[in-house]
């Protein structure tokens, strides 16, 4: 059974940073992609990052690019999304998910595997 434990969530000022992390069982970690979204409230999921499965292809959402990292360490099973220069609409609850693939996706439908999610507030 697959199971995904997202950390790092929490309340942060306009222009702060944060640093989520998602550690994953029960999957060959190195051979999966991984994906970061987002809920805010009253808003539909949405795609924030994700990365391939050796971590040398990454792709950003518009509205987070030059701001958000992502990137994993497959020693650890862990992938990660650090977050700078964060702004009050990045308030949100974040999700890690996993692709039975290596090659990621945008497409929340594409990923096998969710976490319970962590909350990011941003104050202004």
């Known amino acids: 059974q697959v199971q995904l434990v997202e950390s790092g969530g929490g309340l942060v000022q306009a222009g702060g940073s944060l640093r989520l992390s998602c550690t994953a069982s029960?999957?060959?970690?190195?051979?999966?992609?991984m994906g970061w979204f987002r809920q805010a409230p009253g808003k539909e999921r949405e795609f924030v990052a994700a990365i391939s499965y050796s971590g040398g292809s990454t792709r950003y959402a518009d509205s987070v690019k030059g701001r958000f990292t992502i990137s994993r360490d497959n020693a650890m099973n862990t992938v990660y999304l650090r977050m700078n220069s964060l702004k009050p609409e990045d308030t949100a609850i974040y999700y890690c998910?996993?692709?039975?693939?290596?090659?990621?996706?945008?497409?929340?439908?594409?990923?096998?595997?969710w976490g319970q999610g962590t909350q990011v507030t941003v104050s202004s």
């Open positions: 998910a996993a692709r039975g693939l290596r090659f990621y996706s945008s497409d929340e439908r594409a990923y096998d595997a």
């Open positions: 029960g999957l060959t970690f190195s051979s999966a992609a």
